[in-house]
């Protein structure tokens, strides 16, 4: 039930901040790889920063923290043409910008452990950052979105994955169709949103797999394939969002 739900931010209380945190290290730990991309180290600065862009939604009934959203302030002097490195650049531009007046926000993530998916708490979480950013008098907060199932199409190119819709006329993408419920406008595409440059090794430890040749692999979660190069003995990871208004 929605009514035994209590919305939040972390500015509420500490006790609040530290189990949003510890939830969602949980949720992303499968895509911890995703924390090593150059902007990750200005991350928890920033959620420290600005505690009341965080949003925690807390179960009454059971007193503790099963969802939370992500957003940072900043200052882009052109908010109608961002840029393709997404969620990289919106963390880079957040810490650039803290002395400056925001005129943007920015949702980072939303995260909702398995145990309580099929709640219907993203869409509350989605609807939360607007309703806070809409109070900030900063519009609509964009956002660099995963399209989560785009792991299973690597082959696709994202301007196309993204506006696949299924035969009742919805998007495929039920995290894209999550956005579009919820009231979010595609804007356009961020082909290098999260891009993670390490040795082979690092992807080795964190795949599983040995790689002997030079060449395009899958990893679990990864919404692109990491290319190997053994001659350079590095990996690269870039990763495709979609940005949403």
Known sequence: MMDNLLITTFAESGKVANAADEMEKAVWSRMGFLNFSDPFVHYFDLMERYPEYQIAVIDRDRDYVVA???L???????PSNLPERGWDWALQCAAETTSCAPNMVVGLSVSVPDAHRNRGLARVVLGAMRNLVESKGLGKPFLPVRPTMLEQH???????YAILRREDGRLYDPW???H???GGRMVSF??????IEKPVGFWEAW????????????IAGGLAPVA???ERGMGSYVEPNVWYN
Do not use: H, W
């Open 68 to 70: 939370t959203g992500n």
């Open 72 to 78: 940072v302030p900043m200052f882009y002097d052109d």
């Open 154 to 160: 690597l082959d696709m190119d994202i301007a196309d």
């Open 176 to 178: 894209l169709r999550s």
């Open 180 to 182: 579009e419920r919820a």
């Open 190 to 195: 961020c082909r290098k949103s999260m891009v």
């Open 207 to 218: 795949s599983g797999q040995l790689y002997e040749r030079s060449g395009n692999y899958p």
């Open 228 to 230: 190997i190069d053994l």
